[in-house]
């Protein structure tokens, strides 16, 4: 679902101006430091809370630098680069989720995946200034997301989804499938089945 490349050339695409919020390179950065065993060489996550006035959004860029890097270190595990990307996302995720911010995201999200999937646009820009992401239900226990423009690639975006869906309904089994999507997957559809 991911690779080097695609990766670098959604890379590419992503622009200066283009950020995403703080918590989620914290969460990335401990995430590889935990499951590579060291921290990444020269992005050491910041201790304590932000400093006052510090603007809580960062590069987009230096957050896929990061998870290029961090994916790259666990291939070294044998995990193939998109299993790596996964991986190391669903662990920040879940970090995220068990967050205020994300605790606050999942109460209003409510325990019904379909409610909670339609706000996925809402909630990502929130969170971050580019792309576009639309929600369609297909049924009772399906939905369809699609995404334009999203530069962190859909492993990424599969173990986001994943990692809300199942902290806020720990009784339901997910499953989340590329259903379209060319190289280098900047755009894509997610379908989404409980």
Known sequence: MDSPQHLQARLALCQPEHTVLDLFMQSLLESIATLTGAPLEGAAPRQGPAPRNAPPFR???????ALHRGASALTATGLPYGDAVEKVSLHAANLIFSAPMGEMVLSVAGKDPNEGLSLTQGMAGATSNFGEREY??????????TFR??????????????????????????????????????????????
Request: proline share 8%; net charge negative; glycine share 6%.
């Open 136 to 145: 369609e239900r297909v049924s009772d226990r399906s939905a369809r997301l």
């Open 149 to 194: 423009d999203e530069y962190f690639g859909p492993a990424w975006t599969r173990a986001m989804t994943l990692a809300g869906l199942r902290k806020a309904n720990p009784g339901l089994d997910f499953q989340v499938e590329l259903e379209s999507g060319e190289p280098p997957y900047a755009s894509f559809t997610l379908l989404v089945k409980w």
């Open 59 to 65: 590069p987009a860029r230096d957050y896929m630098e």
